[in-house]
Structure formats: C-alpha cells, structure tokens
C-alpha cells in the first residue's frame, strides 16, 4: 500500500512540475511580448480598443519605427477617427529615407482614409501614388478601380480594368465590353452622340453579345431619328437574350408606334413567349396591349397564365382585379384586389438586384449599393 501511494504522489510531483514549467514559460514569453506585438495580436482577435492601447504605447516608445504608426492610423480610421488617421498617415509620407515598400504602404493607408471619408478625389491621387512606387500593387488597382466606378469615371474605369486583366493574364472580355457600354452611356448622357455610338460600337467589338451596347445603341439611334436601327439594335437582345427581353419592351413599343406599325409588337411578344412560355414580364406587358386594344378576355387569360407562374405577384393580381372590373366582375376584381394586398408592401419596381434587393426604374448592369455586375432581374 505505501509502495502504491509513493507511486501516486511521484505521479502528481511529475504532471505538477511539467504544469509549473508550462505557465513559467508562458509568462516569460509573454513577459518579452513588445506592445506592438500586442497590438498586431489584439488586431487579429477584432479587439480594437485593446489594440489602440497597445499601439499608442508602442509610438511612444519607440517613436522612430513606421509600421507602429502606420498600424495605429489603420485602426483609429476602423472606429471612427478618420480625421486622426489621416493626419498620422500624411505625417508618415513626409519622413526621409522612406524606402519605396514601406511608402506604398503608407499611401494605401491613406488611399483608404479617404475613400472612408468619402474624399474620392483625393483617394484617387493617392492610389496612384502607390501605383507609381509599385505598377504591380493589386490591392492598390483593385480598390482604385471601385473609386472609378464610384465616380462613374468610366473611361478611366475601363482602362485600368484593361490593365489588371493583362497583369492577371486573365480573359476579361465580357466585363471590359459592359465597361465600354457604360463609356458610352455616360456620352449619351451628356448628349454627345458622336462619342456615344463610337465607344458603344466599340463594345461590341471586343464582345459581340453584350446585351447593355446593344440597348445603349439603339438609345443613340434612337436620339438621332434613325428608328429602324434602334429598333434592330434592340431586337438583338430579343433575339440573343430572350430572358431579359423585357429591357427593350417599352422602348420597342415607343418606337413601332412612331413607325405606324405598333402591331408588330404583338408578334414580337408572342415570339419571346413561345421560346419562354413562363415569361411573366413578357405576359403582363401583352396582356396590357390586349387590354388597351380592348380584348380584356385576352388580357384575362395572359394575366391568369401569368399567375400560375408567379402565384404571389402582387401586380399580376392588381392588373387581374382591374380587368375584372373593367368587365363588369366586381366579386372577381374586390377578390383579387384583397389578394394583392395582403401583406401590403411598397410598389414594386421593375428592376432588383439579385443580391441586395436594391431596386431601381431602370435595368443596371452593376448595383449601386453592392457593387455586384449583372445582378438585376
């Protein structure tokens, strides 16, 4: 028995020393931890008021060293104190002997203190900053580009997107056409429509199927009196993208009505439905042709067909409660007006972002709340 309890207690003395060692090297490491490190460490667990502690100790301690500085900046602009973080970020571009790696940090830094206070302008100058120092920063092109896009600065958007997709060796064919497409856009915008139809047709060239030049096109023919080009442009996209032909709708509609053949748009619609049966943009917009031409049992049946396929639209159900009346139905259309709104929510509007549900009166090619390409539906 006393042999048994020697063994034991030999046991305990064993697990506590290698316990003891354990925690005293621990101490002692943590002990010859600098607050800097502390910082970089209290960063990494998200934990930025502990970490502007440390760092502001580790300036005061060491206040010849950069990335202390450069560090503290980054974390008073993550809370809040953008004023602060670019004042210490500008302060650091003016130290000597800087050399040129560290200084691209510093202008990416303060690149970004300015996109956070909304100063794109000067954002803009400062990314380039790092660019000169490092042709090759990604982070710098890719971040400089959001800028472009922000400022709807196209031109410039697409030449750097060029740049980056020579510099990934990637193909980028699509992405560079819609840029082009917005070049042209923001032309017709101005109202130079020389410009517009050059960049636009440019577009197409470096992608044959990008369904925005094809829209924009027919937008500056259309401006400029030459319907039937317009109406070809546009058809382009009927034909190539039958599930967002409904883009093209009104404007097709516009311009066969000028034409005097407004009775095309019928077999255009029809066409786009016999490819796609459950197109319910495409069958509300017929059923709204029937209904004004006065066939409201045609109009019925587009907007009943409609519903099957989209059995909780709102707006499938306002147009069927307002066909109903409109033939005299009023049970059918106060039936149908209660199932629109219940669950009322505001209108609805033609166009939303796949991934944000940003809405907007007009089809986008890029959101501008998340940023994302081609999301709109």
């Known amino acids: 028995m006393t042999i048994w309890i020697i063994l034991i207690l030999c046991v305990v003395a064993v697990i506590f020393h290698r316990v003891w060692v354990s925690l005293y090297a621990k101490r002692r490491r943590d002990a010859g931890r600098s607050p800097y490190v502390e910082g970089l460490s209290s960063l990494l667990d998200g934990d930025y008021n502990t970490a502007l502690g440390f760092l502001r100790q580790a300036v005061r301690e060491r206040p010849q060293d950069v990335d202390p500085y450069l560090r503290l900046g980054d974390v008073l602009r993550e809370t809040g104190e953008i004023k602060r973080a670019t004042q210490i970020h500008r302060e650091l571009t003016v130290r000597p002997s800087m050399p040129k790696k560290t200084l691209a940090k510093i202008f990416l830094s303060l690149a970004r203190d300015y996109m956070k206070a909304k100063r794109l302008d000067r954002a803009v100058a400062a990314y380039e900053h790092v660019l000169e120092i490092d042709s090759r920063n990604e982070k710098a092109m890719n971040e400089l580009l959001e800028v472009f896009e922000e400022m709807h600065e196209w031109d410039k958007a697409y030449l750097l997107r060029r740049n980056i997709s020579k510099a990934k060796r990637i193909d980028d064919t699509r992405f560079l056409a819609l840029y082009k497409a917005y070049v042209g856009k923001s ?23 990008c369904a925005g030049a094809y829209l ?3 937008d500056v023919y259309y401006a400029n009196g030459n319907i039937d080009n317009a109406i070809s442009s546009w058809r382009r996209i009927v034909t190539l993208f039958p599930d967002i032909a409904y883009i093209t709708f009104r404007r097709l509609e516009k ?34 042709i029937h209904r004004r ?40 259309s106060l039936k149908a007006m ?40």
């Open 187 to 209: 032309y017709l915008d101005a109202g130079d429509l020389k410009r517009a139809e050059s960049a636009l047709k440019e577009s197409l060239k470096i992608d044959s199927e």
């Open 216 to 218: 924009y096109l027919g």
């Open 255 to 288: 311009a066969f009505y000028e034409k005097g053949k407004f009775e095309k748009i019928v077999d255009l619609y029809d066409g786009v439905l016999e490819r796609n049966p459950g197109d319910v943009k495409t069958l509300m917009t017929l059923a709204n």
């Open 293 to 332: 031409k006065g066939n409201l049992d045609d109009a019925l049946r587009l907007c009943q067909t409609a519903l099957e396929f989209d059995p909780g639209s709102r707006k499938v159900k306002q147009a069927l409660a307002k066909l109903y009346y409109e033939k005299g139905d009023t049970e059918e």
């Open 338 to 377: 209660v199932e629109a709104f219940n669950g009322f929510s505001a209108d609805e509007e033609d166009y939303r972002c796949a991934k944000c549900e940003y809405r907007s009166n007009e089809v986008l090619w890029r959101c501008p709340r998340c940023r994302e390409w081609e999301t709109f539906i």
